[in-house]
């Protein structure tokens, strides 16, 4: 029962009450502040994957979403008016009796501005690309007030002492190789690599009579696939009933059929291959053809055919990828010059390769694929693919694809965010509008849809091959 309450009785004191309390900007923000204050530097933060710094410093990249906040760079204390205003009221919460400037200023060395007040010009005289530099406070505030204000650049007379030794250039904080990778990536990061997986080893022709089985089918669906905007296909090789096959002959004459029908195109092979078969017999095959590049699978999981709306059970089945596998399958592949396309179906999966890459043997850039929607790994959560993302090393490259309805919405997330896409019988037999795809190049013709919207391009097959560090065969 509800009760009403009644507050004839109560006493009532008008008035304002003091509640005293710490304000905390958090751990970058914090960084930021204090930095300014004690050390009279102002610090930018760098992202990894587009290099783009910014300042204010914040943890995400607003661009790509990779979690920046230990990225940590020095910049100027000069920078440029990109915009301003004149404010011209008065108001206790203002920093300054009015009229006053406050403007856009992009620090030398930061790729966005930020706010703050400049003084030491006519309100009627700034210019939009004026020089200007910091004024410190005297007095700290533990506010961003601890820089004062900017003021125009004075003209300064450099007087050179030829006594004093040549100043060293600082320590740059990366490496040649890594500058030459993220200008590389820079360069191309308007390019997004569509990948064709034509086949696997369960879509079968009671699906859909678009699948390839023999090697010239995969030739004529891989050349249509690249005529369509797909830089690399994906194969699993079958014979000719349709069953997943380990024979080095038969794989070998779907990889050569490929390549000399279509020879610009990139042939990634399967080291999965099919149910039950053995380490021995998935790995044999990758090097006895020695393709451009190879799936390399990550942890032992369920891998199953159910019903998704009842929950029953088809067919169980445990995929097994041990550390040891993970270890030899990446060495061999690595020592025989096919690059690893490194698949995770979860966290754990990107979890594994982490401790695994400390031995040092796999070549940068690594190359990442995002898989979704397997029964037995994750369903395509945007929230968990940002999070897998975020746990990249740096400069790796990632691109992704999903099982039935999962397909298009996670190569669009993946697009959005500056990776890669990758559609195909072997994951979807389908189009967006419901429709049976006519082949996996009529899934590639939608992936290009979808990068037109972001203002990308699909790559071509040598663009491929310089993002992700391919040799040419």
Known sequence: MKQEFDNKDCFTVEGKLALPYTYFAGRVGSKFITTIRDQKKIMGVRCGTC???????RQTCEKCFSDIRENWVDLKNTGTV??????????KHLPRKAPFVMALIKLDGADTPFVHILEGVD???????????????????????DIDHFAPVKER?????????????????LSDDEKAMLERKKALSNKVIITAALAGAATMKNQTPYVPYTPQEFAEEAYKCYKAGAAMVHVHAREDTGMATHDHARIKDTHDAIKDRCPELIVNLSS?????????????????VRPEMASLNTNTMNFSILDRRSGKIFLDYVFENTFTMLQDF????????????IECYDMGGLDNTLIIMKQGFFTEPINFNFVWGVAGGQSFRPDSFIAMKNALPPYANFTTCGVGTDQFPCITMSCMLGGHM??????NIRVPNGDLAKGSYEQVEWAVRIAEIFNRV????????????LRKI
Do not use: C, W
């Open 157 to 173: 007379v450099q007087v050179l002492d030829r006594s004093a030794p040549a100043a060293r250039p600082a320590k740059a904080s």
């Open 82 to 91: 990109t915009n301003y205003t004149v404010v011209r009221y008065d108001d």
């Open 330 to 341: 990446g060495k061999a592949m690595e020592e025989n010059g096919v690059k690893p396309e």
């Open 422 to 427: 990758r559609v195909g019988l072997e994951d």
């Open 123 to 145: 309100p009627e005289k700034v210019e939009i690309g004026m020089k200007v530099e910091a004024v410190f406070a005297k007095e700290t505030t533990n506010t961003i007030l």
């Open 272 to 288: 999965a291959v099919g149910m039950y078969k053995t380490a021995e017999q998935r790995i044999s095959q990758i090097i006895h």
């Open 458 to 469: 699909p790559a071509t097959p040598d663009e491929a091959r310089e993002l992700m560090g």
């Open 51 to 57: 290099g783009k710094v910014f300042i204010p410093p």
